[in-house]
């Protein structure tokens, strides 16, 4: 058994329409149809029978929703060796990744059709994240498949950006028994090992999942490191053929981080008289560097069959997370050259639960069949934050040119100002959808209703004297989808969707509170997916506006100005397409026009960090019965450097390439032993993003990667 083969993942599952009953998943990457004519391959249950469609929490597939939905599956995520969630979505259109470039990888930070993202889902429950600096990253050795839902989601998700969500499929216990272990060591001095273990227990109705990693590297900045020990085990209990209980843990360890200092444009993006700057550049200190990050997600699902029309899916996880930062950031130069700085750190804790549960009719009147689905959801995520800050004149400036990074001894440092919050977060949302399949047309519509709640209560110590304040902050929000498509005999599917979100907006740093944020987009396009699988295409036009959206303050790189809208409408194309039984292709192509279009300050502008135009190819080859060589391509194009777009960050095309080599194509003593080198950035392209002009990074140096794997 492949264990990265999911294209094979819904076939058996889904209750399909015609069309889609002729489909390989959504998209199925051609490889996977070229790779089906070789060899015949047992359609096995990869997702689990608890897997729902991230964009209807049903079991109809993703051709079958009137709104773009881009599907990951596990054979592209090993093919490119992605070490975060960040690089798993890099050839997605409408997603720009590495925000804040290839040194920083503590966060899952993107931005999706333009708007920024930051709380992710993991197996449809959202990831808890306390808006400072505590975000629980998955790891991609735990994922089987990931799922990029466009567009405003709220109806079925609540609290999140308009762009769209990123929802992380994990691995699931399998029926069949199937072992891997994997060592890999690449250009930056990795250590790497890991298990990935599944089976049935004996004559039990249980099966297993356990996945574990141990991870060591140098960061690209400076003499940073990086550091990751993951253990994730999970259970399948049989309890009836009406009944499944699945119990998951994952607990994750990262000692070290790389780090988190910006560079400041001038020597970096931008000329400067005084030098130039290099991608390893490092503007902190070593001596206090630390991110030490510690998580631990305890899980389950319970399906139940209650008829054979109506059936029962409660999902809950509590998460307990905790981390302690020691960080730096640097203020305005006289000349350019030298930087003062300060020395900051937090120390946070957070304890969260997560709960869904939905109960899914298939019901049939006439001629339309009707996938109806209610559901409840609530969290709530219970943080304590304390913040200190040495404020000026404490720690040494630093040249930036010419750095020293250890001028200081922590024990010396004073702190000026403290902050201690203890912050509270409730939401329940209440929805209902329902999805209809009639003749060939799809009919969807849905609507939830939301109460949100947050509570800080503040102590603040600075000068000497002290103070205390609380912030209480209630929302309600009513939102709606809609949409229809027409699925044509020859495969063709245009679709027309209206969608809505709702995002209650938090303080920034300066302690600014703001009103919630709303989302409506219109969305038409078109989904082709030939009936042999071999060719697919994906075609969105969208406009969505955002009602009171945050964008820089540009007199203040720390605070956030709430305008009236911003604007982004666009283009996003998918193609898939095989062109022979050994060679396949992958195509994208995204195009955001966005600017904020009602604002004092900054109307007319657009927000930083929004590439005009991004594209993407992917081209596999397979050489032999045991050797594929793959080549990629990614062009990112010019964004604005700053809220007031007085400068830009320029375009630039990065390439990629992957080999795989089978060992038993050498010798039959070497079954399930494979090979793999991979390089990201393999001209070492010197690319950059920008916040603002003190706030710059660099994107990822050349990386080279080699992977040995054996499967029992």
Same mark, same amino acid.
């Given at each position: 058994?492949?264990?990265?083969?999911?294209?094979?993942?819904?076939?058996?599952?889904?209750r399909?329409?015609?069309?889609?009953?002729?489909? +390989?998943?959504?998209? +199925?990457?051609?490889?996977?149809?070229?790779?089906?004519q070789?060899?015949?391959?047992? &359609?096995?249950?990869?997702?689990?029978?608890?897997?729902?469609?991230?964009?209807?929490?049903?079991?109809?597939?993703?051709?079958?929703?009137?709104?773009?939905? &881009?599907?990951?599956?596990?054979?592209?995520?090993?093919q490119?060796?992605?070490?975060?969630?960040?690089?798993?979505?890099r050839?997605?259109?409408?997603?720009?990744?590495?925000?804040r470039?290839?040194?920083?990888?503590?966060?899952?930070?993107?931005?999706?059709?333009?708007?920024?993202?930051?709380?992710?889902?993991f #197996?449809?429950?959202?990831?808890?994240?306390?808006?400072w600096?505590?975000q629980?990253?998955?790891?991609?050795?735990?994922?089987?498949?990931?799922?990029?839902?466009?567009g $405003?989601?709220?109806?079925?998700?609540?609290?999140?950006?308009?762009?769209?969500?990123?929802?992380?499929?994990?691995? &699931?216990?399998?029926?069949?028994?199937?072992?891997?272990?994997?060592?890999?060591?690449?250009s930056?001095?990795?250590?790497?090992?890991?298990?990935?273990?599944?089976?049935?227990?004996?004559?039990?109705?249980?099966?297993?999942?356990?996945?574990?990693?141990?991870?060591?590297?140098d960061? =690209?900045?400076?003499?940073?490191?990086?550091?990751r020990?993951?253990?994730?085990?999970?259970?399948?209990?049989?309890?009836?053929?009406?009944?499944?209980?699945?119990?998951? /843990?994952?607990?994750?360890?990262?000692?070290a981080?790389?780090?988190?200092?910006?560079?400041?444009?001038?020597?970096?993006?931008?000329?400067?008289?005084?030098?130039?700057?290099?991608?390893?550049?490092?503007?902190?200190?070593?001596?206090?560097?630390?991110?030490?990050?510690?998580?631990?997600?305890?899980?389950?699902?319970?399906?139940? =069959?209650?008829?054979?029309?109506?059936?029962?899916?409660?999902?809950?996880?509590?998460?307990?997370?905790?981390?302690?930062?020691?960080?730096?950031?640097?203020?305005?130069?006289? #000349?350019?050259?030298?930087?003062?700085?300060?020395?900051?750190?937090t120390?946070?804790?957070?304890?969260?639960?997560?709960?869904d549960?939905?109960?899914?009719?298939d019901?049939?009147?006439?001629?339309?069949?009707?996938?109806?689905?209610?559901?409840i959801?609530?969290?709530? +995520?219970?943080?304590?934050?304390?913040?200190?800050?040495?404020?000026?004149?404490?720690?040494?400036?630093?040249?930036?040119?010419?750095p020293?990074?250890?001028?200081?001894?922590?024990?010396?440092?004073?702190?000026?100002?403290q902050?201690?919050?203890?912050?509270?977060?409730t939401?329940?949302g209440?929805?209902?959808?329902? =999805?209809?399949?009639?003749n060939?047309?799809?009919?969807?519509?849905?609507?939830r209703?939301?109460?949100?709640?947050?509570?800080?209560?503040?102590?603040?110590?600075?000068?000497?004297a002290?103070?205390?304040?609380e912030?209480?902050?209630?929302?309600?929000?009513?939102?709606?989808?809609?949409?229809?498509?027409?699925?044509?005999?020859?495969?063709?599917? $245009?679709?027309?969707?209206?969608?809505?979100?709702?995002?209650?907006?938090? +303080?920034?740093?300066?302690?600014?509170?703001?009103?919630?944020?709303?989302?409506? =987009?219109?969305?038409?396009?078109?989904?082709?997916?030939?009936?042999d699988?071999?060719?697919?295409?994906?075609?969105?036009?969208?406009?969505?506006?955002?009602?009171?959206?945050?964008?820089?303050?540009?007199? #203040?790189?720390?605070? @956030?100005?709430? &305008?009236?809208?911003?604007?982004?409408?666009?283009?996003?194309?998918?193609?898939?397409?095989?062109?022979?039984?050994?060679?396949?292709?992958?195509?994208?192509?995204?195009?955001?026009?966005?600017?904020?279009?009602?604002?004092?300050?900054?109307?007319?502008?657009?927000?930083?960090?929004?590439?005009?135009?991004?594209a993407?190819?992917?081209?596999?080859?397979q050489?032999?019965?045991?050797?594929?060589?793959?080549?990629?391509?990614?062009?990112?194009?010019?964004?604005?450097?700053?809220?007031?777009?007085?400068?830009?960050?320029?375009?630039?095309?990065v390439?990629?390439?992957?080999?795989?080599?089978? /060992?038993?194509?050498?010798?039959?003593? /070497?079954?399930?032993?494979?090979?793999?080198?991979?390089?990201?950035?393999?001209?070492?392209?010197?690319?950059?993003?920008?916040?603002?002009?003190?706030n710059?990074?660099?994107?990822?140096?050349?990386?080279? @990667?080699?992977?040995?794997?054996?499967?029992?």
């Open positions: 058994m492949d264990m990265g083969c999911a294209r094979v993942q819904q076939v058996a599952r889904w399909l329409s015609p069309l889609a009953m002729a489909v +390989m998943g959504s998209l +199925m990457l051609p490889s996977a149809y070229a790779e089906s070789h060899t015949k391959m047992e &359609t096995i249950q990869v997702l689990g029978d608890t897997y729902r469609n991230t964009a209807t929490k049903t079991v109809l597939a993703p051709e079958e929703t009137p709104q773009a939905v &881009t599907v990951i599956d596990r054979e592209a995520i090993e490119r060796q992605a070490s975060s969630l960040s690089e798993v979505v050839y997605t259109p409408g997603v720009n990744t590495e925000l470039g290839g040194a920083v990888t503590r966060l899952d930070l993107f931005n999706i059709r333009g708007f920024i993202n930051y709380q992710n889902f #197996d449809g429950l959202a990831v808890p994240y306390n808006t600096n505590l629980p990253q998955i790891d991609p050795i735990a994922i089987e498949q990931v799922e990029v839902f466009k $405003p989601t709220s109806v079925l998700y609540g609290n999140i950006p308009p762009g769209g969500m990123v929802n992380m499929i994990a691995k &699931t216990p399998q029926q069949e028994a199937a072992h891997r272990v994997t060592m890999s060591t690449d930056d001095a990795l250590r790497e090992v890991s298990v990935d273990s599944t089976g049935a227990i004996s004559d039990t109705p249980l099966a297993y999942r356990m996945v574990a990693l141990a991870r060591q590297k960061g =690209q900045a400076g003499d940073s490191e990086e550091e020990y993951i253990i994730a085990p999970s259970l399948d209990w049989r309890v009836s053929p009406d009944t499944l209980v699945n119990v998951n /843990l994952y607990y994750q360890a990262d000692p981080a790389g780090i988190y200092t910006s560079l400041p444009a001038k020597g970096s993006v931008l000329h400067s008289d005084q030098g130039s700057l290099s991608s390893d550049s490092f503007s902190g200190d070593n001596n206090w560097n630390t991110y030490d990050r510690e998580f631990l997600m305890l899980g389950y699902k319970v399906q139940h =069959q209650l008829s054979s029309n109506w059936s029962l899916l409660h999902s809950a996880r509590y998460t307990d997370a905790d981390l302690l930062q020691k960080n730096m950031y640097h203020q305005k130069s006289d #000349d350019d050259r030298h930087y003062p700085r300060n020395a900051y750190l120390d946070e804790t957070m304890a969260a639960w997560v709960v549960t939905q109960l899914s009719g019901l049939s009147w006439g001629a339309a069949q009707h996938y109806t689905l209610f559901g959801d609530y969290q709530n +995520m219970s943080s304590d934050v304390g913040y200190d800050d040495t404020l000026a004149n404490v720690v040494p400036d630093i040249d930036i040119f010419d020293d990074n250890n001028q200081f001894n922590p024990d010396s440092l004073s702190f000026a100002y902050e201690d919050h203890d912050i509270e977060v939401q329940t209440l929805y209902a959808q329902d =999805q209809i399949l009639w060939q047309w799809v009919l969807l519509a849905g609507a209703y939301d109460e949100y709640e947050l509570n800080d209560d503040k102590q603040t110590l600075s000068g000497g002290s103070s205390a304040s912030k209480n902050i209630r929302h309600y929000n009513l939102a709606f989808r809609a949409g229809a498509m027409y699925q044509f005999d020859n495969g063709i599917s $245009p679709y027309l969707s209206y969608s809505e979100s709702f995002e209650p907006t938090d +303080m920034d740093n300066r302690g600014n509170v703001f009103d919630p944020s709303t989302g409506k =987009q219109w969305e038409t396009g078109l989904k082709y997916l030939s009936l699988g071999s060719t697919g295409v994906n075609v969105a036009l969208f406009e969505l506006k955002k009602q009171d959206a945050l964008v820089n303050d540009p007199n #203040d790189s720390y605070a @956030k100005i709430q &305008t009236g809208e911003i604007r982004s409408r666009g283009i996003e194309v998918e193609f898939n397409h095989a062109l022979s039984l050994e060679t396949d292709v992958a195509l994208t192509y995204g195009y955001i026009d966005m600017e904020i279009t009602d604002d004092p300050n900054l109307e007319g502008k657009t927000p930083v960090w929004v590439p005009e135009q991004t993407s190819a992917w081209l596999n080859h050489v032999s019965a045991g050797t594929r060589v793959s080549v990629g391509a990614r062009y990112v194009g010019e964004s604005q450097g700053n809220a007031t777009n007085t400068f830009t960050v320029p375009d630039y095309t390439f990629d390439t992957a080999v795989s080599y089978d /060992l038993s194509q050498a010798s039959s003593s /070497l079954s399930g032993a494979k090979v793999s080198l991979s390089a990201t950035n393999l001209f070492d392209k010197t690319t950059y993003s920008c916040f603002d002009d003190l710059c990074w660099y994107g990822d140096e050349r990386n080279i @990667k080699a992977k040995l794997s054996i499967d029992f």
